[in-house]
């Protein structure tokens, strides 16, 4: 087992995105997942029903207590919750910033349209985390809430990308999933070049929890030491199986299939 990925995250009871679906995919790609939850949550496929914050301060306990013991090849960012948490997150890993890879998965709303940011996170994500952060992944409205930039085709997303490099980010992921069409396309943006990642878009409403697992395979690919392409190439193939697998469970979006037979290509 190669490695170390502490998520600092929310947990999902239904299993389908937040904690469990990121120590799920870190588990399924080889690597070690430590975890820091930052709130318990209410929710299945259907919808957020309720969130319940962990303190600040415990927040920290948790991120203390792994990285000055387990240690970590990379950490992975999402669901923060309120901007006290953020606010503790990025003073925790300011001095681990250029060290340990660290990858954020900007969570504002869930896939079901509910909130889950109070009002703040989004200015904490974009002065003081998206510095620290060798990639961001932000879909486009996400993209769209950090920059103030309409998105609707691929140069918009590249501009958006561009401008979360500009504020600090070593590298910005657009990801294209709400956009109209039959591809797919998720834009990598670094200082030196974009990139564009096509696939095929499958027709499902298995889809809960894509972000988080999308960047949790990300942080394991540069946890074991890969390119930052190669592991968001080997992202983008892991999830898009895992959609395509999908149990099929719930009655809204359901999640994916974490545990697939994964053949790197």
Do not use: W
């Amino acid at each position: 087992m190669k490695g170390r990925v502490l998520i600092i995250a929310g947990s999902d009871p239904s299993g389908g995105a937040g904690i469990q679906a990121d120590i799920k995919t870190v588990t399924a790609l080889g690597g070690y997942a430590a975890a820091a939850i930052t709130a318990l949550t209410v929710q299945n496929t259907t919808g957020v029903m309720d969130v319940l914050p962990t303190p600040p301060g415990f927040v920290g306990a948790q991120i203390d207590a792994v990285l000055s013991d387990i240690g970590a090849d990379a950490i992975k960012i999402g669901m923060i919750g309120d901007e006290d948490t953020a606010e503790l997150i990025a003073s925790r890993l300011a001095k681990f910033a250029g060290t340990i890879p660290i990858v954020l998965d900007p969570v504002l709303v869930a896939t079901s349209g509910d909130a889950l940011a109070g009002d703040g996170v989004a200015g904490v994500i974009l002065k003081k985390l998206t510095p620290l952060c060798a990639i961001i992944t932000p879909n486009t409205e996400e993209a769209h809430a950090l920059t103030h930039l309409e998105i609707a085709d691929e140069a918009s997303m590249i501009a958006a990308g561009k401008a979360l490099v500009n504020g600090g980010a070593q590298a910005a992921l657009i990801k294209g999933g709400h956009q109209p069409g039959d591809t797919i396309k998720d834009v990598l943006v670094t200082a030196s070049g974009e990139r564009v990642f096509s696939t095929p878009r499958i027709e499902t409403t298995s889809t809960h929890g894509t972000g988080c697992t999308l960047a949790s395979a990300i942080a394991t690919g540069l946890a074991q030491g890969l390119a930052l392409q190669a592991a968001v190439k080997r992202a983008i193939s892991y999830v898009y199986k895992a959609i395509e697998t999908a149990p099929g469970y719930g009655a809204g979006h359901g999640p994916l299939n974490h545990g697939h037979v994964f053949e790197d290509r």
